[in-house]
């Protein structure tokens, strides 16, 4: 298929099983580079070098990469970083040395924020904080050991003024039992209840109903993720996978306080 087509040809990249822990704190996101002047004529070059490994390519996102000389390319949900004259490729999420953190360009977080807000708030499981301050959006599977460890931090979470908001991303992929599962709790009268059972190993009751989770697995898939949990912030920063509970707020608060300065 064609939007696979690039990520063969590259041959690095894979669904994982399960989402590992998070990396330390010192490589938690960066401030978010300033949008940088568009370049219509880097793009297109980068357009066309692009094609030179599938003819038929067409990047879901190109923009300014948050260093300079190259250009962002979102494509099937993954993120290379081309050079402006479309020689070099990279695929590395690049490091701020002088911030001691990972580093997101304003036009990558701008794209992230455009495809959840495809996902409806009515179609997600959502934990609300009683006295939220955040809001994490976070891609689930039911039987994957850190979104169940995750699902037992909530009442924490909470506590933390962090409001849960679950999307569906059954890691085996569409049509297996994971998947059906996964139908079954989203169709659930008390979805959150039955997705806490789940997430417990307990039987799943079957049910089907109109249904978000293969919407959302797609949008998933688009957003580049690749393992559960997958959590972003508001501002389309994807935290990682698990994260305990303070180190989760405190990669918040950065983000908020890097939003402040701007």
């Known amino acids: 298929m064609l939007r696979f087509a690039l990520v063969a040809a590259l041959g690095a990249f894979s669904l994982t099983a399960c989402a590992q822990p998070a990396a330390p704190a ?10 940088a002047a568009a370049n219509p004529a880097a793009d297109q070059t980068v357009r066309a070098a692009l094609k030179q490994l599938d003819p038929n390519f067409n990047p879901d996102y190109i923009g300014a990469a948050p260093f300079a000389g190259f250009r962002e390319v979102v494509v099937s949900g993954q993120v290379l970083y081309v050079s402006d004259d479309g ?85 085996m992929g569409l049509g297996s039992k994971d998947y059906t599962d996964m139908i079954s709790v989203w169709c659930a009268s008390d979805r959150r209840q039955a997705l806490t059972a789940a997430k417990q190993g307990k039987p799943v009751a079957a049910k089907n109903c109109t249904n978000p989770v293969a919407m959302q697995y797609t949008l998933g898939q688009q957003l580049g993720v690749n393992g559960t949990p ?27 306080a890097a939003a402040a300065a701007r």
């Open 26 to 35: 010192a490589s938690s996101p960066a401030p978010a580079a300033r949008p």
């Open 87 to 171: 020689r070099y490729l990279m695929q590395s999420q690049p490091y701020d040395i002088r911030a001691k953190a990972l580093v997101n360009s304003e036009g990558l977080l701008g794209y992230r924020r455009g495809l959840l807000a495809k996902a409806n708030h009515g179609d997600r499981i959502v934990f609300a904080a009683p006295n939220a301050k955040y809001t994490i959006s976070v891609f689930t599977d039911i039987e994957c050991g850190y979104c169940r460890k995750l699902h037992q931090d909530i009442p924490e979470l909470n506590r933390n003024g962090i409001t849960v908001e679950y999307l569906a991303f059954p890691r």
């Open 230 to 256: 997958a959590i972003f912030a508001d501002d389309g920063t994807q935290l990682g996978g698990y994260l305990p509970p303070a180190q989760l707020r405190a990669a918040l608060e950065k983000r908020g």
